[in-house]
């Protein structure tokens, strides 16, 4: 799709240093990206809000009403406070959706939305389709530091790893009594699943097994530490390392693949259980 000319995007401007990011006030930083990308088309509707949020499944999310497409706001994920590249390149994604919404409005043309696939042209999902991609196209040729996705990923290019706290991993294994006594012992082991223990939580060895037992019916286990990345979309175990209400039991599909790429992976740590000293007691 072609983007209107009473919309064109700008001309190539030079680099965007990380220093000249707002990464604390949400207002400034969208006035930014409103005349660095924009041209300053985008015009919010009344009560337009942007706020952080405390997700962490979703970076950004563009709210509008379904009725008159008006735009409500624009949530960025706290998280990227500390990382000013992935929030610039979120906040430009969710505007991408306000300009479209705000084309409709102007034109009638539902075209704009992406609600639907139009035949050879892009489209991933509902609101990602031709003119999102035109839009995302353009604006990552002219200007370097944005690199738009249409789905980003927690610890990618954009991110400083260095600013993502370590994670510790529980790897319970769910022995298959039909494989028990097969030569490759990781076979024996294909099933399990993985836990995010709670940063503030101690490494209770006897705590966690009995956890691995109640939910999985096995204390095999391991504890990894890993970069905080690679943690992403395990669920967390509670502060005393239990098992939170109305957890949902599962096996890990892949599990010994998985745990293979976290064993391999760069700045993984395998945390063993101290040896404990023999109890002594006095005869009388």
Known sequence: MTIPASCALPENQPHLHARAIPTQDLQALFELCNERYFDGYLVPSSGFRLRFSRSVKLSGCFHYCLASSEDWGIDISQRLKDHPFALLSTMVHEMIHMLAHQLFRETGSREYLDEQALPGQPFTNRGHGAFFMACL??????????????????????????????????????????????????????????????????????????????????????????????AEGFPVLRRDNGARRNMRLRSLRNFSAKVMMLLDAPQTDELREAPRSPSLKTAV
């Open 137 to 230: 196209e353009r604006l990552n040729q002219r200007f370097a530091e944005l690199r738009i996705t249409i789905k980003s990923t927690f610890g990618d290019s954009l991110y400083d790893l260095s600013k993502i706290s370590r994670e510790r991993l529980l790897l319970i294994s769910i022995r298959d009594a039909s494989i028990a006594g097969a030569s490759n012992p990781e076979q024996s082991s294909s099933k399990g699943m993985i836990y995010r223990l709670d940063p503030k939580a101690e490494l209770d060895w006897d705590r966690l097994a009995k956890t691995a037992e109640e939910l999985h019916g096995s204390r095999e286990i391991r504890v990894l530490s890993v970069a905080g990345h690679r």
